[in-house]
């Protein structure tokens, strides 16, 4: 499978290739359609594998990559539902041991994902508009 651009820019993963004509997927919508071999040209050395994620929001992309389990998904869910909490609240509340929770909680970092705040005069962390935003998408609540 190769990614295709046709002449007004759009990127499509193309399936099966004929004399005239081929078939190709819009990787946004998985719909499939023939398009004339005229109007098509190589995407250069676009992955079409990416291609085909990029049909995922950003935000959730980002989500899936740095939640390696349900426990982690949740835990990124909560920060959504509950807002800042401590890390004291997240030890206790959590069945987490301290050092799972900080390698959680800087990797969520890196990725943007969760935010150092001050919570009641603590220290805690707080979900990003990026995590809200695929929190959303991924409840079906856009």
Known sequence: M?????DEGNEYLLVKRSAESSLVRDPATGTE???PNADLHAAGETDPLRTAAEAVPAPVRRVLTAAPNDQALGLLVEF???GPLTVRTLLDAYDLCESDLHG???EFRAAGLIAEERVAGERGYGATETT????????GTD
Not at 2 to 6: A, E, F, G, K, P
Not at 132 to 139: C, D, I, K, N, Q
């Open 80 to 82: 959504v539902d509950r």
């Open 33 to 35: 359609r023939y398009l």
């Open 132 to 139: 809200r935003e695929a929190v959303r998408a991924l409840r």
């Open 104 to 106: 959680l909680l800087a």
């Open 2 to 6: 190769r990614s295709v651009r046709d």
